[in-house]
């Protein structure tokens, strides 16, 4: 896809960090917006920003992880703007510690939204995306915890590799139907997205009723700690997103420093040796 101009978007996870900074690169480009998120408040000021601007942007207000409300987002978009050329499946959630340490509340939680709200979304959207006979695009955030597995954070690493190897099939499911619809994952590394904070959107029910445990003590603070200190910014990375999608390329690697852990951690695979420590060559981060 490499015309944006007066195309639709649809973003979730669009109220603040990388959603946000992905709206207005779509806007920069002359996009119609189709703005998603569960918090009502930061959407509307961000929509009713936009519009300020000159842009044709709608909000949302949509929980990723159950499907009745993608079926309605795209209802929406579709009555808004009458089609959808680019999807951001961009909602995200993390936490950390110990993988035994994590609760079955969230589980359900993180991977509802990360994994279960790009399902929602492909299954929503795509359908359209194909009928449209159009040129289009989707955009699947994984991380590159989907790439490597840190210490201590098990749970938010299975989500990411879920993503990429369901954004893997769905490029060749795609490539199979002949259609003009392109999809792309995306993994970047750490930087400020708000994600350290992503506890203040999960829902009563799924709220945990015991303290954190000295692991997820310790996860907390090394996320803290590694999104501060992120060599690119959300607008960096959406940028940088938006260059890989007019160029065609699956995979966007925002953080160029991240590759030669993959590599090493393709090794051990193609050599089957134990794995190494994802942090080798980010020992600033490393939790200890």
Excluded at 139 to 144: G, P
Excluded at 164 to 192: H, R, W
Excluded at 222 to 249: P, Y
């Amino acid at each position: 896809m490499k015309e944006f101009s007066g195309k639709v978007a649809v973003i979730t996870g669009a109220a603040g960090g990388l959603g946000m900074a992905l709206a207005r690169q779509a806007a920069k480009r002359g996009m119609k917006l189709v703005l998603a998120d569960v918090d009502r408040q930061a959407l509307a000021a961000n929509v009713e920003s936009l519009r300020a601007q000159g842009v044709e942007a709608i909000g949302i207000v949509t929980d990723v992880s159950v499907p009745a409300q993608l079926d309605a987002l795209a209802a929406a978009t579709l009555d808004a703007f009458g089609a959808v050329h680019l999807l951001f499946n961009n909602a995200g959630v993390g936490a950390g510690g110990f993988v035994w340490e994590n609760t079955a509340n969230d589980w359900q939680w993180v991977w509802g939204v990360n994994v279960l709200g790009v399902v929602n979304g492909l299954r929503a959207f795509v359908p359209h995306m194909l009928k449209q006979g159009e040129p289009a695009h989707i955009v699947n955030t994984a991380s590159v915890a989907g790439l490597l597995a840190p210490a201590m954070l098990g749970l938010y690493n299975a989500t990411k590799h879920a993503v990429i190897g369901l954004t893997e099939t769905l490029y060749n499911d795609l490539k199979m139907t002949g259609a003009p619809v392109q999809c792309s994952v995306l993994c970047p590394a750490f930087f400020d997205t708000g994600i350290a904070n992503s506890d203040r959107t999960r829902p009563p029910e799924l709220q945990n009723d015991t303290a954190m445990t000295a692991s997820q003590r310790v996860s907390n603070a090394q996320l803290r700690k590694a999104v501060k200190s992120g060599k690119l910014n959300a607008e960096q990375v959406a940028e940088k997103t938006f260059d890989a999608i007019g160029a065609g390329l699956f995979y966007i690697l925002t953080h160029a420093a991240t590759k030669p852990a993959i590599e090493l951690r393709l090794e051990d695979i193609a050599l089957e040796r134990n794995p190494s420590d994802p942090y080798t060559y980010k020992p600033d981060v490393k939790p200890h």
